[in-house]
């Protein structure tokens, strides 16, 4: 559909954008371009925490989330309690930030932030449009991204929660 | 307003990915222990409708809005960075549950906590503008 409207689907260069926006171009070069030509993207990026909104106000059927039990168990015994929601309420509701929360969150970011920008583009532009147009260097980016996933998952996660 | 069709498919980006539960931390920790088929029925759908509309624009030669060729620029072959930043990238989504799209519709939808780590992402942007010169490509 983007495609249509003659864009190239790719979530991640709204960060670059921002950075753009706020003035980073004058002491990096990455982010020394006019962000007004991006503003296509920034105005999906609105709409995304739109439809987000719109979901949870009028489209909530309420029903809980159906997660495979084995999921459900696993995650018990690393101490993550699954409630039927989307997210975990004690990693993601404000009245539990912790500073601990607060790390991870920032930290979690901060690889996503990197990694998307070293990779060249996140989910939707290396996984989605990329696989889409069957290019290797895309797959390579997904390989990796699996590949990081399962080490933080099966190795990492019993050692931070 | 030129703008308005993008914030429509935004808003359908949106509301697509909360009802198809990918916008989950729950999900994403199930795709990572190979506990449900979920996550990749949605990942394949898309990529499969994807690779047949590339083609058909390709096959067609179907022109955009404004009535230009639609083309996907290539990206370039070194793969080091795929790689690398692939495996940087993949240990910040198992982490947070939530890639660059997901993290704002999650804004969206009531968890406000999650502008944290919109906060990181656009931190770990600017450190890679930094230091780029300095990593392997």
Redesign the interface.
């Given at each position: 559909?983007?495609?249509?409207?003659?864009k190239?689907f790719g979530?991640?260069s709204?960060?670059?954008t921002?950075?753009s926006m706020a003035g980073?171009g004058k002491k990096?070069?990455?982010?020394d371009f006019d962000w007004r030509t991006q503003?296509?993207?920034l105005?999906?990026?609105?709409?995304?925490?739109?439809?987000?909104?719109?979901?949870?106000t009028w489209?909530n059927n309420n029903e809980p989330?159906k997660?495979?039990g084995?999921?459900i168990a696993?995650?018990k015994a690393i101490g993550i309690q699954?409630d039927g929601q989307?997210?975990?309420g004690q990693?993601?509701?404000?009245q539990y930030?912790s500073l601990k929360?607060?790390i991870?969150?920032?930290?979690?970011?901060?690889?996503?932030?990197?990694?998307?920008?070293?990779?060249?583009?996140?989910?939707?532009g290396?996984?989605?449009?990329?696989?889409?147009?069957?290019?290797?260097?895309?797959l390579?980016?997904?390989?990796?991204?699996?590949?990081?996933?399962?080490?933080?998952?099966?190795f990492?996660?019993p050692l931070?929660f | 307003m030129k703008g308005v069709k993008f914030i429509l498919a935004g808003i359908i980006f949106g509301i697509v990915m909360v009802k198809s539960e990918a916008v989950s931390w729950f999900r994403i920790q199930e795709m990572f222990r190979f506990q449900s088929f979920h996550m990749y029925g949605i990942i394949g759908t898309a990529v499969l409708l994807g690779v047949i509309a590339v083609f058909l624009i390709k096959k067609l030669q179907i022109r955009d809005i404004n009535g230009l060729p639609i083309t996907i620029p290539a990206k370039d072959k070194r793969w080091t960075k795929y790689a690398l930043g692939g495996l940087v990238f993949g240990l910040g989504w198992a982490l947070t549950g939530a890639c660059p799209g997901p993290m704002f519709v999650n804004i969206g939808y009531g968890y406000i906590a999650m502008a944290i780590v919109v906060f990181g992402a656009l931190l770990g942007t600017y450190l890679y503008g930094l230091i780029r010169h300095k990593l392997p490509h």
């Amino acid at each position: 559909m983007l495609l249509f409207f003659g864009k190239t689907f790719g979530f991640s260069s709204n960060l670059s954008t921002i950075c753009s926006m706020a003035g980073a171009g004058k002491k990096v070069s990455l982010f020394d371009f006019d962000w007004r030509t991006q503003k296509w993207n920034l105005l999906f990026l609105l709409g995304a925490i739109a439809g987000g909104f719109i979901s949870n106000t009028w489209l909530n059927n309420n029903e809980p989330l159906k997660l495979a039990g084995t999921t459900i168990a696993d995650l018990k015994a690393i101490g993550i309690q699954f409630d039927g929601q989307l997210e975990p309420g004690q990693l993601f509701d404000l009245q539990y930030l912790s500073l601990k929360n607060i790390i991870l969150m920032l930290f979690g970011g901060l690889m996503i932030g990197f990694g998307s920008r070293y990779a060249g583009g996140c989910t939707s532009g290396h996984a989605i449009s990329g696989l889409s147009n069957l290019q290797i260097p895309s797959l390579v980016a997904v390989i990796g991204f699996f590949a990081g996933g399962l080490i933080m998952t099966h190795f990492l996660f019993p050692l931070i929660f | 307003m030129k703008g308005v069709k993008f914030i429509l498919a935004g808003i359908i980006f949106g509301i697509v990915m909360v009802k198809s539960e990918a916008v989950s931390w729950f999900r994403i920790q199930e795709m990572f222990r190979f506990q449900s088929f979920h996550m990749y029925g949605i990942i394949g759908t898309a990529v499969l409708l994807g690779v047949i509309a590339v083609f058909l624009i390709k096959k067609l030669q179907i022109r955009d809005i404004n009535g230009l060729p639609i083309t996907i620029p290539a990206k370039d072959k070194r793969w080091t960075k795929y790689a690398l930043g692939g495996l940087v990238f993949g240990l910040g989504w198992a982490l947070t549950g939530a890639c660059p799209g997901p993290m704002f519709v999650n804004i969206g939808y009531g968890y406000i906590a999650m502008a944290i780590v919109v906060f990181g992402a656009l931190l770990g942007t600017y450190l890679y503008g930094l230091i780029r010169h300095k990593l392997p490509h």
